[in-house]
């Protein structure tokens, strides 16, 4: 009783003090769990190559790293001890497990072993999603490494559960409706077919499942595109870059489009047929 007390304040005080996670997670991605990397053609044989040799040079935590991660998966347990009554306890405890989320996100792929380890942690943490589901440890690292993977950039999406669509419909957005992890079968699964790919690779191959749900969906008008399509059109585009690949002009032409509101670049087929 007393650790179900501490967890409900803590979760009206999550309400209040509005963790930076839970913020900027709102329309995250549904609770369980297509496209290759790019659509478009490698322009040189020394990119492949490139993307060859970041492969082969995976990043692997070292000894002392691995320690501190696996240090930080403990931080985010929440003390179930603590008075219900100490406001500044829990919000101490509360700041605590964030903290920890935080710096296991900076660590990036270098913690996703130990982090996998965790998944079926069924240890009390806080919600780093939002307040109607799971905050166990294992969901904590659950949504740390779909974070990283779906990369979503600031200004892709608004909070809420629908948008509308070009035929003028409601649609449930692609971050609840599904995800690549429950099309493989799981985060586990996901990462363990993908494991060949580098860290950039697997978030653009999110960021492109996301983007072709999207487009599938389409845009009632023009400001629906500027937030829902195009932010993850210029996002793919810079991880390609990060890449070696040659698309600078293309996300160079893409961020005037967004920054110029240019209405009229907008792909045709995205918006709503035009009335005669």
């Not at 960021?207 to 845009?219: S, T, V, Y």
Request: aromatic share 8%; net charge positive; hydrophobic share 35%.
């Amino acid at each position: 009783m007393k650790r179900s007390c501490a967890l409900l304040l803590a979760v009206c005080l999550l309400c209040v003090t509005q963790c930076p996670f839970v913020l900027n997670q709102t329309t995250a991605a549904p609770p369980e769990e297509r496209q290759a990397v790019s659509s478009q053609s490698v322009p040189s044989q020394s990119v492949q190559q490139q993307a060859a040799t970041i492969r082969q040079k995976k990043a692997k935590a070292t000894p002392e790293q691995e320690k501190q991660i696996r240090a930080l998966i403990e931080q985010l347990v929440f003390d179930e001890n603590i008075d219900p009554k100490d406001e500044k306890a829990i919000r101490k405890q509360m700041k605590l497990c964030g903290d920890a989320f935080g710096k296991l996100f900076e660590y990036k792929e270098l913690a996703f072993p130990a982090l996998v380890e965790h998944l079926d942690d069924k240890r009390s943490s806080i919600h780093f999603r939002n307040h109607y589901i799971e905050h166990s440890v294992g969901d904590a690292c659950y949504w740390n490494m779909v974070y990283q993977l779906q990369d979503r950039p600031d200004d892709y999406s608004r909070y809420g559960y629908a948008r509308q669509g070009r035929d003028g419909k409601s649609h449930p957005k692609p971050v609840w409706k599904g995800s690549p992890f429950a099309e493989a079968g799981g985060l586990k699964k996901w990462l363990i077919a993908n494991q060949n790919l580098s860290y950039t690779e697997q978030q653009i191959k999110c960021l492109n499942w996301m983007l072709a749900a999207e487009k599938k969906i389409g845009a009632a008008d023009a400001e629906s595109y500027f937030v829902n399509i195009l932010p993850l059109e210029i996002q793919i585009l810079k991880r390609r870059q990060q890449l070696g690949h040659d698309v600078q002009a293309e996300l160079k032409r893409l961020q005037q489009i967004k920054s110029q509101k240019l209405v009229d670049q907008i792909p045709a087929e995205l918006l709503p047929e035009k009335k005669e």
